[in-house]
């Protein structure tokens, strides 16, 4: 017989914590959290910047800082089983769990499933950039998590490629680390980014930001040399005779995050194709009754506050929806 | 001294090694680049073709068709995952079945059996997918899929276990013949009784470093794309249109790893490293690829790459140059190198023993390799048996491919140094996040394992170091 | 004198119109709240940033553990920041909150961890 838990959560970030204490407060007592890394917190633990929790603790906190708020009640809380190192391979649509961790595959039942499993970043395959495949090309999320978490250096001059929050913020993390960020480059009329940071991470330092501009080419053979730039139009097409080149052995893709939801197709959830998220008529429920999916995974947020409002909701659904079937 | 240097480590070279390795010669491989199977062979699409679309007086053809069965024993030896998932050449109209008809009967004289034309109602049941305009095709059972750069090491990896001696990082700069050759590369000089040229598309310029002029290896390029693993039942079989003067075509491809490849392109470029890839291939395959099956959508893109063919005329160039004796040149060898590679090294094998050279075959031979085990392949019970055996395999490193550190580890024991290495090995950083989330992970364990400081961790060696810079 | 510049206190992005003489703000306008000209007039007399960054632990659980600067410092500093604070080593546990150095840099802010970090 497969053991069966009340509620089984995929995901120890943000959104997976706050999932777990707001079941935990609306009555469920039996909790299974898996995180496949060996610290709870996600992505905010290589977010070292500030900026987070102006809404929700209304302070100004780095992303450790409030990943630790939740951490600490989380573990404290003993209804709430947490399993580090714990990569999910299976789910099926009657919520059975498939998990490995070293030296040990897991099987368990769930009444519920709430997949906090957040997002993956657009690669420079999916912005389908032309060129060479060199070294120096990274996703930026991956650069901030070379310098933030493994202390290492990407490259010496930098190119960023979008202009979302991620980019900005790294084309600062850059400059500050002693690399020079030679421009940033953004398809669209104007940045994604929030406005602080276009201010405190690129006018502060006079990095120029390129708009209705694209990278047109990658060179470089075994290292990135530099890549070609060129102007587009309304409808993104080259403004002929607009191309130069900047020199450069680094290249960032800021182009944009996926929710990743691989675990919620398995299980046969109805999906939107379009965005990768499930298909639903209500926030956070999807098409498989029981498995509820939270945070980033359900939509991209521009703000781990809403990350966090959203996993609550979705952490009150699932013991609700407990309840009703007990 | 040794009896036989071949240059090129890509899969002909280390087909070659293996295969005479059987004997009591000394045999090294030299290779260019960092790690085996780095050069026109990481880029091979994995087919192992029937040996149709080739004349049936042609060497290529031949070899094809030798190679294609003995492809089939060597991965049950070597352990290497072969599918025979068979191949349709498509027909639009009248005319073109005409085509595949001409395409049949030069295939069964080359000896390739169970061939047949399928109509509209087989193939709506059999390949749902494809274009309901197609009205026939030519169904090649025979056809397979391998992965390319996984047979190479496997190849290489059962050469070195029967003393083949394999040096790396080794490019070839001079060769001087006396009595014997003298080979000067980057780690120093070899001599050697024979040379065998598998440089792949640096052939030509071996050769001239023996004094061979007539050799000239001209780059085509193939962009090939790959899809999302989602997408792995697309097809069923290898799907081909007709062939063109220059290729067999943009196709349709199944992969060993399951995401389904669309390609290649086949463009005449004079630079023997441009491995780009551009908008207009992109465009190309595409509207090529929709037109055999239509629901291909470019969003389910998640890879890129170029490859280039080492062309030489028509047909493969496999022979003891007259003039230079003890040098064989196995050059020119496109498409289909893969599948003729083990027909190749009994042809070369015979080319030897031609020229004079002793075959004493070893007592201790051992022909078999044991399979390299892979999670993703595994079932429930595998995988509890070998996490049992071994924790690491519980650690998952790359989750979109679900490659464990005992995967990784065991890529680096058998000789990956690099992170493509640890890619072609494992297929960690192949899927969908494209390493976004397992490179630093990767790299601490290369580093660990090689002992080398993290900032040493390269792409491919040489420059292409993945940082720059440990920070202060 | 006039100048232009966006409040980056919130997400609502006020254009603000800010009146100086000799380096001092006379007045503000364009503002939807009360932190508009506190940002404004600290903008243009004494710009002021938070700092983070990473500080190389020893022997610990993680490699480089995080900091940033009890209260924003100088903007003119950050340059110096980043540098000293590559100068620094933690080699024992350290809590969130906890000093790792104090008036860092002169600033009279000091430098604090932002995680919790125990021993390998």
């Keep these: 017989m497969m053991k069966e838990r009340d509620l089984i959560i995929v995901g120890g970030g943000p959104a997976g914590m706050a999932a777990a204490l707001s079941a935990y407060e609306h009555g469920v007592q039996d909790i299974l959290l898996l995180e496949r890394d060996q610290f709870l917190g996600g992505i905010l633990n290589q977010c070292v910047h500030t900026g987070f929790g102006l809404n929700y603790f209304k302070e100004v906190l780095a992303g450790p800082e409030y990943a630790d708020r939740f951490m600490k009640r989380v573990i404290a809380i003993k209804e709430i089983e947490v399993s580090l190192k714990s990569f ?46 060199p070294a120096g090309i990274f996703p930026a999320g991956l650069a901030q998590k070379l310098i933030n978490i493994e202390g290492l250096i990407p490259g010496n001059e930098a190119v960023i490629v979008g202009s979302g929050d991620i980019g900005l913020i790294m084309a600062r993390r850059l400059t500050l680390e002693g690399s020079k960020v030679k421009a940033v480059i953004e398809i669209q009329k104007k940045s994604k980014g929030l406005q602080r940071n276009i201010v405190q991470c690129l006018e502060d330092f006079g990095i120029p930001l390129y708009l209705s501009h694209k990278i047109a080419r990658i060179h470089g053979a075994d290292r990135v040399s530099k890549v070609d730039v060129v102007q587009v139009d309304d409808n993104f097409k080259e403004v002929p005779n607009t191309s130069f080149s900047i020199g450069c052995d680094t290249v960032l893709i800021s182009a944009g995050l996926i929710p990743e939801n691989e675990l919620a197709e398995m299980a046969g959830v109805d999906m939107d194709r379009k965005t990768n998220t499930p298909l639903s008529k209500e926030q956070n429920k999807t098409s498989v009754d029981g498995i509820f999916v939270c945070g980033n995974a359900c939509q991209i947020y521009d703000l781990v506050d809403w990350v966090t409002k959203d996993s609550l909701l979705a952490g009150k659904q699932a013991a609700e929806y407990i309840k009703r079937i007990k | 001294m040794h009896d036989i240097i071949i240059i090129g480590g890509g899969v002909v070279g280390t087909a070659i090694a293996r295969e005479l390795s059987k004997y009591r010669l000394k045999i090294a491989i030299l290779e260019k680049e960092v790690e085996i199977a780095f050069g026109v062979s990481k880029s091979n699409s994995g087919i192992i073709h029937p040996g149709t679309q080739n004349k049936s007086n042609s060497l290529k053809g031949k070899l094809c068709v030798e190679g294609n069965k003995l492809v089939r024993k060597l991965a049950k ?46 193939l709506a049941v059999n390949e749902p997918n494809l274009n309901p305009e197609i009205i026939a095709a030519l169904l090649v059972p025979s056809a397979g899929i391998i992965s390319p750069y996984r047979m190479a090491y496997d190849l290489s990896e059962n050469a070195a276990k029967n003393g083949v001696e394999i040096y790396t990082d080794c490019e070839v700069t001079n060769i001087k013949k006396d009595k014997y050759f003298e080979i000067e590369s980057k780690l120093g000089v070899f001599s050697s009784r024979y040379i065998i040229n598998a440089a792949g598309l640096f052939a030509d310029d071996i050769a001239r470093m023996a004094g061979i002029k007539d050799i000239k290896i001209k780059p085509r390029k193939g962009q090939e794309f790959l899809l999302d693993k989602k997408k792995e039942n697309i097809t069923n079989h290898l799907i081909f249109p ?109 080319l030897l023993k031609t020229s004079g050279l002793k075959f004493k075959r070893k ?109 202060g | ?84 604070v590559k100068k620094i080593r933690i080699v024992k546990p350290v809590k969130v909150g906890e000093v790792i150095a104090e008036n860092f840099v002169n600033s009279k802010a000091d430098l604090i961890a932002t995680r919790d970090v125990s021993l390998a």
């Design chain 2, 242 to 350: 007709l062939p063109s003067q220059t290729s067999k075509g943009t196709l349709v491809i199944k992969t060993s790893d399951g995401n389904p490849m669309i390609g290649p392109t086949a463009e005449e470029v004079e630079d023997k490293y441009d491995l780009s890839t551009d908008e207009s291939g992109l465009a190309q395959v595409i509207s090529s690829v929709k037109r055999l099956v239509p629901s291909i959508n470019p969003k389910d893109i998640i890879a890129y790459f170029a490859g280039l063919r080492p062309v030489s005329g028509e047909d493969f160039i496999i022979r003891e140059e007259k003039s230079v004796k003890r040098f064989i040149n196995v050059a020119g060898i496109q498409s289909p190198g893969l599948t003729a590679a083990p027909a190749i090294a009994l042809y070369v094998s015979k």
């Design chain 2, 77 to 122: 030896k070597l352990g290497i995952d072969f599918k025979e998932v068979g191949q349709l050449i498509v027909a639009f109209n009248q005319e073109e079945i005409e085509r595949l008809k001409e395409i049949k009967k030069e295939g069964e004289l080359l000896g390739i059996k169970k061939m047949k034309i399928v109509f509209r109602p087989w």
């Design chain 1, 88 to 133: 999910v391979i299976k789910l099926s649509q009657k919520k059975e769990i498939t998990f490995l961790k070293p030296g040990k595959i897991s099987e368990v039942k769930a009444k519920a499933v709430i997949l906090a499993t957040g997002c993956r970043e657009r690669t420079r395959e999916m912005a389908h950039i032309a060129g060479t495949r």
């Design chain 3, 1 to 84: 004198m006039s100048k232009q510049f966006i409040c980056i206190e919130c997400p609502n992005s006020c254009l603000l119109v800010v009146e100086t003489k000799d380096g001092k703000v006379t007045g503000v306008s364009g503002n939807k709240c009360k932190r508009g000209e506190t940002y404004a007039v600290s903008e243009v007399e004494n710009p002021v940033r938070n700092f983070t960054s990473l500080v190389k632990a020893e022997g610990l659980e993680i490699k480089m553990v995080p900091v940033k600067t009890s209260a924003p410092i100088q903007k003119g500093l950050i340059f110096f920041a980043a540098q000293e």
């Design chain 2, 363 to 471: 007592l201790n031979f051992k022909p078999f390799r044991r399979k390299t085990i892979h999670l993703f392949q595994s079932d429930k019970k595998l995988m509890k048996k070998i996490i049992s055996k071994n924790k690491a395999f519980g650690d998952i490193v790359c989750r979109c491919e679900l490659v464990s550190r005992a995967e990784i580890e065991a890529a680096i024991e058998r000789g990956a140094k690099t992170m493509d290495g640890i890619k072609f090995r494992t297929r960690a950083q192949s899927g969908r996040c494209h390493g976004g989330f397992c490179t630093t992970r990767i790299m601490r364990i290369l580093s660990e394992k090689l002992n080398i400081p993290l900032n040493e961790i390269s792409k491919r060696g040489g420059k292409s170091g993945i940082v720059v810079k440990e920070r």
